[in-house]
Each structure stands twice: as C-alpha cells, then as structure tokens.
C-alpha cells in the first residue's frame, strides 16, 4: 500500500489531566494523568481497567470531567474535528450486512468525507495492505473472525488519520492470525509513520508493537513511561554467579534483605532482587561475608509483566 510521507513530529499527542468518567457507581476513568508522545504507545491494563472507557472518551463519544487534548484539539468542545484526524478499531463487531468488504470500507472513507472515487481506491490500497486483496470483493457476512479484525483495521485506515486508536486488536485471532496483525501494526508504526494507541490485556502485543505504555488498574493510571525504561535492571535484579558456599551466601543476602528469587539453574546460578537503594556493592558484601567469591553479576531485564505487577502491589500497599 503507498501511504503518504508521515506526519510532522510531534512532542506531545495526546495530554490528560484530572479526566473522571462514572456510570451510576461505577468510577470507570478515575482521575487519569498521563502525556502521550509520538509512536505507538500501549494502554494496558486488565478487563474493566477503563480501557475503553477511555478511547470512547478521547473520541468525543463520552462525556467525561477533565480536560483532554487529542492532537492539539479538544473532543468535549471539537469532537467532529477530533474524529475525522483519528481511526477507530473498536474491539466489536462492527460490520454491515450485505456489503462486499470493499464496499464497507469504501463507506466508511464517504462517512470521513472522502469523494467517492477516492473512497474507494483507498479502499482497495488499504484491503491489499491488510491482506484481504483476494476476498474484498467477498460478503462481510461470510467472513471469519480473523478477517473481521482485519477488515476493521481497513476501515480505521481508509481516511489516512493520524492517529489510530486499537481496541484489542488481536482478540479471537489464532496465533498465525495474531502474529500476522502485530507485525501490520508495527509496520504502520514504525515504517510509515501512524501514531498508535493500542489498548490491550495481553502484555506481549503490547511489547511487540509499542516503545511507550501507559497502564491502568480501576481507571487510574498506575505505571507510565517508555518500555525500555520501565523494564531495565536498574530496579534491583541481578543474575549472580557465585563459588563457595551457595546455602551460606543465599542465607546472607536474605538475612541482610535481598530476595533470591531463583537459585535452581544447574550452574549454580541465582536472580537476587536487592532492597530499594542497594547496588551491586550489596552483592559482593554478602558474599564477603558468606565466605564466597563473586564470579558473575548482570542486571536482569524485566518483563513488562514484572512491571505491571509490581505497579498493582504498589498501588494495593498505598
């Protein structure tokens, strides 16, 4: 598919502050804080986190309290102006019977103001890039659940927006059908240029496409920042090598705080999450004590699923 040059950088896409939104008792969006910049960021968090809530929000299609900027423009006070720069994948089904997959989209690019000629030969560009070439001319009706989420990220494409808002976009895919979708979004991310908002449970899709996450847990943000940044070693987690007295020196590093949260690799090897504030030096100072030599030290990357969880933990001791 030819996409046009990408759009200028922007510092800040989308800023945040204070936004509530409630139904009846329930606080879906709970005073949510966060800036979101260029390129794909992942809103993450489990079902009923405020998720949804929140894009429906960012498109002017809820009413919420707060104040919020999509792309320099207001959707409470501007959400047409709002919507016609944004593609929606929501995460249901949102097809109309009876037409063939080109015409749906075709529709959906008339409905964004598009003339009708260049409705549909967008139409046709953005079907091929999604694979569904062979099938546009294809009853919706007739296809499956993979071809559904496929066809739905057509349709938030066929506009050219800047930003495109993903609500799920793997679910009921099998794995070749997950992995296929991934690898589209981190092409229009990374490759032409699309500002992505990728709403998801799934920590993997989450890694696989976005450089940013924000994650929620009961509508409020508990964890922002850069995928890099959040799941260095510099937290504490170290992958030691040790000769000596393995009991001993285990025993040590507990008795002065450190956690070992894995001492069964065959060469002897353990992962010791040290306390707030420690560094390498507590290492070697344990096994001084212990009688041990230090032969190997390396700081452990985290998984964005050790972040999000110890996120949780620290907003459950607050």
Known sequence: MRLPEPVRLRAVILTIRGLRKRFGEIR??????????????????????GKTTLLRVLLGLLPAEGDALVLDLDPFRRPREVR??????????????????????????????????????????????VGLGEERYREVS????????????????????????????????????????????RELAHEHGKHLLLSSHLLPDVEQVCTNVVMLRRGCVVRQGPIGELTTGEHGTYEVKARGDAARFRDQLARAGAGVLD??????????RLPAGAGSAFVFRA??????????????????????LDAVEDERAD
């Open 84 to 129: 016609a720069r944004l593609g929606y994948m929501p995460e249901s089904e949102c097809t109309i019977p009876g037409l063939f997959g080109v015409d749906a989209v075709a529709y959906l690019g008339r409905l964004a103001g598009m003339p009708r000629r260049d409705a549909f030969k967008r139409a046709h560009e953005v079907m091929y890039f």
């Open 28 to 49: 879906a969006l709970d005073g949510i804080d966060c800036d979101v910049g260029p390129g794909a960021t992942g809103i993450l968090g489990p079902n009923g986190a």
């Open 263 to 272: 001492a069964t690799a065959a060469d002897g090897s353990m992962i010791v």
């Open 142 to 185: 007739e296809y499956s659940s993979g071809m559904q989420q496929r066809l739905k990220l057509a349709s938030a494409l066929v506009h050219d927006p800047e930003l495109l808002l993903l609500d799920e976009p793997t679910n009921g895919l099998d794995p070749q059908g997950r992995d296929e979708m991934l690898v589209l979004l």
């Open 287 to 308: 096994a001084a004590v212990a009688g041990a030599q230090v032969r190997g030290l390396k700081a452990v990357r985290r998984t964005l699923e050790h972040v999000f």
